[in-house]
């Protein structure tokens, strides 16, 4: 890899301001794809417990 040289401060500020967005982008989704896997392993869970309570 080689090291950027960075002309003026426009640039480099362009590249930081994308990598922000890119790291907040990510965050979001990983909260996203947490959220729903939480929310899925309830529903199992209460969906299972349901089951379990009707079928006695």
């Known amino acids: 890899m080689h090291d950027q040289d960075w002309d003026d401060d ?3 500020r362009s590249a930081v ?7 907040a982008v990510a965050l979001i ?9 939480a929310v ?8 299972l417990d349901l ?3 009707l079928g006695r």
């Open 10 to 12: 426009s640039a480099y």
């Open 17 to 23: 301001r994308r990598t922000r967005i890119t790291m």
């Open 29 to 37: 989704v990983t909260l996203l794809v947490a959220g729903i896997v």
């Open 40 to 47: 899925a392993i309830f529903g199992i869970s209460v969906f």
């Open 51 to 53: 089951a379990e309570a």
